[in-house]
Structures are given as C-alpha cells and as structure tokens.
C-alpha cells in the first residue's frame, strides 16, 4: 500500500534530552489513527514535525510526491494561536486553510469563495460567516479552525486534541463528519482521552518518547502500559462501569 | 501676487502631503494597530530620532539618518521577538529611550541652532519641501502595490503567525518586509506630523474605522479617508491659527474618533430600541437546535467577564 509520508529512525530534541526518539512510523491513505499518550510524550511534538515545523535532528521523513510538493495537509492546532480580537471574518479564516493549495501572490476566486460558504453550511455557522472572531463561542472556534484545515481538501489531516472544544451537540456531528472526510484523507487524530475516540479510529500510534504502533482498534494492555502510569479505562457495556486494575 | 501663489502652493502641497500621509498611514497603520505593534512603532519612531540627530551633526540629510535607524531599530526587534531572546517590551523601551538620547547628544554636538529641529519633533507643513512629498507618494505607491499583491498572505500571517508556518516558509521575510516597510512609513510621515506625534497619525484612523467595521480591507480604507480629513483639516487650521501641524492633526483626529463614537453609540441605541425580531436570526439558516443560539452570547460573556 502506497504510504503518504515514512519516518525512520526519528529523534527530536528541544535542547536537553529526546522529546521523541527512534520514531518509525507510516501512515497510509484513509489511515485513521488515534494517537494517544501521556501529556509530555512527544504528540503534539510528532505532528510538528510532520508539518516541518521542526527538524529531526536525526532520521529521516519521506512523503509521496503530492505531500512534498505542496504541502496538501490540513492541521487543526490543540489551541487557537491566532488572535481573536484581531479584524478577520469567520469566512477570512476559513479561507486561508486554501493557502496550502495557493502561492504567495494568489487572491481568492469565486469558486474558494463557493467553497468556503459551503465549508461553514456543512459546518452549521452559516449565521456566523461575516462574524468577528470575538463573537464566537469555544465550540465554534474550533469548528471555524476544522473548517480551515479542510477547505484545501487535505490528503493528511492532523487533529491535535480536537475533543478539548467540541461541545456536547456537536460531538456527533463531529465524529460522523470525521468518518465521512477520511472516505478522501488519512486523518491522525492526538488525544488523551482514549476512551472518547475509541469507537471512531482504526488503529492507535502511543506516543511516550518512543512510538508503538497497533494496527486494531482494540486496546490492549501493552497499549495501557505505554503510559508509564496507572490508566482508569471506561468502557460501555449495558450498566455503566470502569474498569480497574486487577487486584495482585 | 506673490501671496497668492505662494498661498496656492501651499494648497497643493497641503492637500497632496495630506493625501500621501493618509494613504501610508492609514495601510501601515491598519497593519500596526491588528498586529498590537503600536509600542514597537513607539520604538521605531523615537529611535529614528538618533538618525536626525546624526544627520544634523554629519551634515546630510537628517531623513535618510532617520530611515536606516527606524529601519535597522525595526528589523533588530523583530529579529529578537523571533528568536524569542530578551522580553520584547522591554528591548523597545530601551531602544526608545536610546535613539532619543543619540539624537539630542548629536544635536547638542551641532554647533549653533538648528532651526528646523522643531519641525522633526512637532512636524511643519511649511518645512516640507517637494521632495518630502515625492518620497511619501512613492511610498504611497509601493504600499499600494505590497498590500494588494500580498494582501491574503499579509492578512493570514498577522492573524495567525504559527499556522502560517505550517504553510509557508516564508512568514519571516514577510514579517521583516513589512516591518521594514512600516518603519520607512513613519519616518517618512515625521517631516508631517513630527517624531513625538506621529504614531498617532498611523494608529488614530484605524481606530475610527474598527468602530464600525471589522473587515481588514474596509478597515484599511476608512482609515485612509479618516486620515485625509483629519490631516487636511489639521493643515489648515494649524496654518491659520498660527499651531504646529503635528498637534492640531491629532487633535482634529481624535475629535473625528470622539464623533464617528458618539454616532455610532446613538444609532446602536436608536436600532435596539426598533422591535427585538430584527435582532433574532432567521432560525432556518442556523442548522444547530434552538436552544444551541443561547450558547454564543453566554460564553462571550464569559470570555468577557474574565
């Protein structure tokens, strides 16, 4: 299967110590991985260096020719990192998810145009397209920044903890529109929270320094002990219940 | 006669200084103002004070001392806000206080009065010469071009630096550029509105136009009306009654910022007191439940709140 980018042999360090070491890693089209870990285990990390934010300093990250040339890949960052007071339309932000299609010189057609109002229907902001950002709920940030990874109609779309802000009457609409887009991208979702994403991802990649991979859906004890710390695992099942540690 | 032409070229110069400096100011000025870099402006003017000081004292022309400190001043904060080395605050105070102190010690160093030194610090539209006019048109010119050939990649990078990242390589030279291209802006405008008021030449329009719009591109070009009125109005007035240009634009400026506020607050009361409906959406074009409407303005009350 053809894979859309390779890491072998990656290690990133921030200066003192492996943030991420030894990394080898693929991913495939209509992948749909759930990468978990504890907080500090190099997630957020592993998605900087796939956007070439940052250089492994050493190993090497090969993409197919459609990743390298363009970079056709949609990020949805854990925060918003840009300002919310500053004078840009709902439909403005939107639109610039289409710059990693664009060069530096382009404007903005009709049919971007087109395509960001149909963006913000699907995504139910439509009363919102002219809105300042300042107007917007947390909730409906996030969905304006989900708009923004994905109106450039990624081949990669990177989700870092996309559950922080998705608010209760949105959250299914979310994982079912997740489904539906990753019918046309490989889609790695960062999460803490394993038992929220469990019933939507395909496979899991545990981040700790190192990275495991597990080619299922189910989670199993190994996967557990990546954390390197006592997990509390909810599962569903008729009566509500948690499963704890078994007793030694 | 010689009054009358002398008085026609004062029109003409007025009203085309009035026009270049509100074009320069108000483009930089939106860019300054939605960035919040009207400190390093702060920074960047004062510092290019140390350039006039040099010039006087070297014996060449005191705006182009003034363009390579205001720009190598510029380019040095934003060189080290990027390599996120020292506090950025405080490298612009320093840089503020310093460029000043280089400019009077290199004044003070100049033998006899300087008589045109007035003039840099409260701006004079009798000292501006032609060619001061041209190099504002120019730069009329070029702003023009930059902002509307980049006017996307300008608007996302200032907005949202770090995503742009992900998708550009070129956020930095953009930022350098512009910053560059803002410093050659305010120390062109100095010969207008003077070193100590200048900044408000570039940050008071745009705030007139956010009053009523918070489209970028509108933003820009109400600014550059509010400017043209305010610095023409202020040419005139400061020219009949005798007062330094730099401080009756301000002064006009900030009288047209206290009406545009004034108007504005008396039609938002005059249109909430219309019947509630018009200010309810159509329910068909939120595809969220009813009850999700609530949601914006609670937590925008949180957000405010805080």
């Known amino acids: 299967m053809p894979y859309l980018f390779e890491m072998k042999s990656v290690s990133v360090s921030y200066g003192a110590g492996y943030v991420l070491r030894d990394i080898n890693f693929a991913v495939n089209e209509r992948d749909f991985i759930g990468v978990i ?3 500090g285990g190099g997630k ?9 934010l940052l250089k492994p300093v050493c190993g090497t990250i090969s993409f197919i020719s459609s990743l390298a040339d363009g970079k056709r890949i949609g990020y949805l960052p854990q925060m918003s990192t840009g300002d919310n007071n500053y004078p840009v339309t709902v439909t403005d932000v939107i639109l610039s998810g289409m710059m990693i299609r664009k060069r530096i010189m382009s404007r903005m057609s009709s049919s971007d145009k087109n395509k960001a109002s149909q963006v913000i229907d699907e995504l139910g902001l439509s009363a919102f397209a002219h809105s300042s950002l300042s107007e917007l709920s947390g909730g409906q940030l996030q969905r304006v920044f989900l708009g923004r990874a ?14 922080n802000f998705v608010d209760s009457n949105f959250e299914h609409d979310f994982y079912e529109r997740l489904r539906i887009l990753n019918r046309r991208m490989a889609i790695l979702m960062v999460s803490h929270d394993i038992g929220m994403i469990s019933s939507h991802v395909k496979s899991y990649a545990c981040v700790n320094m190192g990275l495991h991979y597990h080619p299922s859906s189910e989670i199993s004890n190994e996967q557990l002990l990546a954390y390197g710390c006592p997990v509390q695992l909810i599962t569903h099942g008729d009566v509500p219940h948690t499963v704890l540690k078994t007793h030694s | 006669m010689e009054e009358t032409i002398f008085q026609y070229d004062f029109i003409v110069k007025g009203l085309l200084g009035a026009l270049f400096a509100s074009i320069t100011a108000g483009l930089a000025g939106t860019y300054i103002v939605s960035r919040k870099m009207v400190f390093l402006s702060g920074g960047i003017t004062h510092a290019s004070f140390g350039g006039i000081g040099i010039g006087y004292f070297a014996g060449f022309n005191p705006v182009i001392g003034a363009a390579i400190f205001g720009i190598l001043s510029a380019l040095g904060v934003e060189y080290l806000s990027v390599r996120q080395k020292i506090r950025e605050d405080s490298a612009i105070g320093i840089l503020w206080a310093f ?25 004079s539209i009798l000292t501006v010469s032609n060619a001061d006019i041209i190099a504002l048109g120019i730069m009329s010119l070029i702003l023009i ?8 990649t300008i608007l996302y990078i200032s907005y949202d630096e770090a995503f742009a990242r992900t998708y550009s390589p070129y956020v930095n030279v953009f930022k350098y550029v512009t910053t560059a291209l803002i410093a050659l802006t305010i120390v062109l405008n100095i010969r207008m509105a ?11 329009p745009p705030n007139i136009a956010m009053i009523f719009t918070k489209v970028y591109s509108r933003i820009i070009v109400w600014s550059v009306i509010a400017g043209f009125l305010g610095t023409a109005a202020g040419y005139a007035i400061s020219y009949f009654a005798g007062i330094p240009a730099g401080a009756t634009i301000i002064f006009t400026l900030v009288i047209i910022w206290l009406i545009v506020k004034g108007i504005y607050k008396l039609f938002r009361t005059l249109s909430n007191q219309q019947p509630a409906t018009s200010n309810q959406q159509p329910a068909t074009s939120n595809q969220e439940p009813a009850t999700s409407n609530q949601q914006p303005a609670t937590s925008n009350q949180q957000q405010n709140n805080q």
Do not use: C, H, Q
């Not at chain 1, 957020?44 to 070439?52: E, N, P, Q, Y």
């Not at chain 1, 994905?150 to 559950?163: A, C, K, N, S, Y």
């Not at chain 2, 003070?108 to 409260?122: D, I």
């Open chain 1, 37 to 39: 870990g504890p907080n």
């Open chain 1, 44 to 52: 957020t990390t592993l998605l900087k260096v796939i956007l070439g």
């Open chain 1, 150 to 163: 994905i109106i450039g109609d990624p081949i990669l779309l990177l989700l870092d903890e996309p559950g």
């Open chain 2, 99 to 123: 460029g000043m102190a280089i400019g009077i010690i290199f004044i003070y160093l100049t033998p006899g009065y300087s008589p045109n030194l007035m003039s840099y610090l409260f701006g």
């Open chain 2, 145 to 152: 071009f930059y902002f509307s050939i980049f006017y996307r």
């Open chain 2, 194 to 204: 003077g070193v100590i008021l200048v900044l408000s030449l570039l940050t008071i």
